[in-house]
């Protein structure tokens, strides 16, 4: 196993950025952070502030704050937020899922929560009582996944509501963060007894010995970039590497004593990046040098936790005792570093192409969708109506007088949300009418 037992390397960022600015997309200095205030202060019984985070890819990231809230952000800092059924629910977890709603999990009442982008919300209570459901993962199975911190037990919902519930070794287990992994299984970080947890989607169970053993506090865990699992060892103080055998292969001391790591995401630069709740600090581990970087949050004492990537490439953390929303510039440029072309005959009969562009990262999926007038355009049969979602598309008489694009979309290794960028517009030429004719 290699370690970095000296720290490897430590860079320490102090940032001075505006936290009222607009985010930018791109021309970004890596490690700038904005913070946007949500709507409602903490300070009422039991609210905690935010704490999971997140995101889709129509621009919007969604987060609990943990009294009965939850909030939806834009990429440009605009909060909306929605009630949840009651007042000391304690949402924790939250996740994109099934239906195109949010789940997340009700730690105070022991409920999963289901709701709209409008919304709306329904409740789902664990067959087991007090069970508080701490992380939550869409499944490859089209169910939702979830901890019971304190029944020490992993829950299966199907998307109707219906609970199935699996045992650990140990009801002190402690389970914590959970996410799907690059095997098809559901892998989960186990606080309380310091072991990483396997769980098909047959509810197979099996576990593993984590890095630094019983005492190391694994928190938070992710698919990395590079096919493994890579978490938190809040209490060792480590980020650790775990094949999906179960083997731990890596582990990095991060340089602040006592950081509390907590959530840890893939970022769109191909890096690991954490929250560090005790020192108040954002942290990034370069996968292929070990080395560490610690970027200071830009509100002191913001115990930043919930951490995911946005669609616009920033990644975006909570900050529950500052009652913000924060997100730090992973890359500089941008996922899309040169633009799709659409080329070919504008007029109808004729097919055109369109390429992918250039990207930051090895895509691991590429899709498309035509448009005309900035509208995704839909292909008629016989038998049905599906969307232009072929790199070709041959232009028909009802094109006329429009304007042509395709939107590409990009997905990462290790990203749930895909990235999309816009190409080139061609216009088709309108009918040419022959002027009239008068006699006389």
């Known amino acids: 196993m290699r370690t970095n037992l000296v720290g490897r390397a430590v860079a320490l960022a102090i940032l001075a950025v505006s936290a009222s600015a607009p985010v930018a997309a791109s021309a970004a200095t890596v490690g700038s952070i904005r913070e946007y205030r949500t709507d409602t202060p903490g300070g009422a019984p039991g609210n905690l502030g935010p704490q999971g985070i997140t995101a889709r890819s129509d621009g919007t990231l969604w987060f609990v704050e943990a009294a009965s809230l939850i909030g939806r952000i834009t990429t440009s800092g605009r909060v909306t937020e929605f009630r949840t059924a009651g007042f000391g629910t304690g949402p924790w977890g939250i996740t994109t899922g099934p239906a195109n709603r949010l789940w997340y999990t009700e730690a105070d009442s022991s409920a999963i929560g289901r709701m709209t982008t409008g919304g709306v919300t329904t409740r789902f209570l664990t067959p087991t009582a007090s069970a508080a459901p701490y992380g939550i993962a869409a499944g490859p199975d089209g169910n939702l996944w979830f901890t019971e911190h304190d029944a020490g037990k992993v829950g299966r919902m199907t998307p109707a509501g219906t609970i199935t519930e699996y045992a650990l070794g140990s009801v002190a287990a402690g389970p914590n963060g959970i996410t799907a992994g690059p095997d098809g299984a559901l892998w989960f970080a186990e606080f309380g007894a310091g072991k990483i947890g396997r769980i098909t989607t047959a509810g197979v169970l099996t576990e593993f010995a984590s890095d630094g053993g019983p005492s190391s506090g694994p928190i938070g865990i992710t698919t990395g970039p590079d096919g493994a699992l890579w978490y938190t060892a809040q209490t060792a103080n480590q980020v650790v590497r775990m094949t999906t055998a179960g083997v731990n292969t890596d582990h990095f001391n991060i340089p602040t004593p006592n950081s509390g790591a907590n959530g840890i995401t893939t970022g769109p630069d ?51 005792n500052t009652d913000m929303i924060a997100r730090i510039t992973a890359i500089s440029s941008g996922p899309n570093t040169v633009s799709p072309k659409v080329s070919g005959v504008a007029k109808p009969g004729h097919t055109l192409r369109t390429t992918a562009g250039s990207w930051n990262r090895p895509r691991v999926q590429t899709s498309y969708q035509w448009l005309r007038d900035g509208h995704p355009i839909l292909i008629a049969s016989a038998a049905s109506t599906k969307p232009a979602t072929a790199s070709t598309y041959r232009i028909i008489a009802r094109d006329r007088g429009h304007r042509i694009s395709c939107r590409v979309s990009v997905r990462y290794a290790g990203i749930a949300v895909s990235f999309k960028a816009q190409s080139n517009v061609l216009k088709v030429a309108p009918v040419v009418r022959p002027p009239s004719r008068f006699t006389g």
């Open 270 to 320: 191909g890096n690991l990046w954490f929250s560090e709740s005790g020192e108040n600090r954002i942290g990034r581990l370069t996968t292929s040098t070990g080395l560490i970087t610690e970027y200071p949050t830009r509100t002191a004492a913001a115990g930043p936790t919930g951490i995911t990537v946005g669609s616009d490439g920033g990644v975006w953390f909570t900050e529950p």
